[in-house]
């Protein structure tokens, strides 16, 4: 679903950064889905330049969040899946997990590595009926929606009363010192290196587009609210590592 002239214009929706027009000139989701398509064949060679860090980290914090086996898991903007095999694997053999994703070429790696149901869709119109999840997650995808407002909104009435919402996003921090070193780690080093690993310029373009959208975003405390006015309880938002990853995580209220 691609957003509407008057989604990309109206503030209400609360869009998770203003235009990159250096990127792209209107339409925001199709550059976005086509960048990821271009560059899906090395998004795990991208990740093992942390050392596949991330992937640990995504399953202690998820677990730490609430995911148990058994549970229902929609996982939005999956990706290779790299949230969703963590949750997987969480959830065991009682469980399952649905990944979700607007770019075909992610979907079709994501396929190689895991094993539950992939659907295609974006997170402010998902393609689930209400109340089927006992959780969502998001992984470092927040930035690409059309609306917050539309995208929590959607968060809210796919999950059953009760259901938990986890978000992982990138995070800079405010006091200068702390914004110049992640600015030249994440806008210098990391692309850099993912050119000479890769050999793509695509894929250096896309850690090139990761660090403005990441800088660009709007502050957590718009995230928390636009949450808040969703629906979503006893919403929180919490630094885990510094210049790198921030998460968020609220509750649908009990019927």
Not at 36 to 61: C, P, V, W
Not at 92 to 108: E, H, I, K, T
Not at 134 to 154: E, N, P, W, Y
Request: hydrophobic residues 35%; charged residues 25%.
């Amino acid at each position: 679903m691609q957003p509407t002239p008057d989604q990309r214009q109206d503030p209400s929706q609360v869009p998770p950064h203003a235009p990159l027009t250096e990127y792209y000139e209107r339409d925001r989701q199709r550059y976005v889905v086509d960048l990821f398509n271009k560059t899906a064949q090395h998004y795990d060679t991208i990740e093992s330049l942390f050392l596949k860090g991330g992937l640990l980290y995504r399953r202690m914090s998820m677990k730490f969040a609430g995911i148990k086996p058994g549970m229902k898991v929609l996982d939005v903007a999956t990706g290779t899946g790299a949230v969703a095999r963590g949750a997987a694997r969480l959830v065991g053999d009682s469980g399952r997990v649905f990944g979700c994703d607007p770019s075909p070429g992610m979907l079709a790696q994501a396929k190689k590595v895991f094993k539950g149901p992939l659907t295609h869709g974006v997170g402010d119109a998902l393609p689930f009926q209400s109340e089927q999840f006992d959780f969502v997650t998001m992984g470092i995808a927040l930035r690409h929606v059309s609306s917050l407002k539309d995208t929590f909104g959607q968060y809210l009435r796919v999950l059953k009363p009760g259901g938990k919402v986890w978000i992982l996003e990138g995070h800079v921090p405010k006091n200068k010192l702390g914004h110049d070193i992640t600015k030249w780690v994440w806008a210098k080093l990391i692309p850099g290196m993912t050119l000479v690993s890769t050999g793509s310029k695509e894929a250096k373009l896309l850690m090139d587009y990761y660090w403005d959208t990441v800088e660009k975003c709007v502050p957590p405390e718009t995230i928390v609210e636009a949450m808040q006015n969703a629906g979503f309880e006893d919403v929180k938002y919490r630094v885990v590592v510094p210049g790198a990853f921030c998460e968020y995580t609220g509750t649908r209220p009990p019927a």
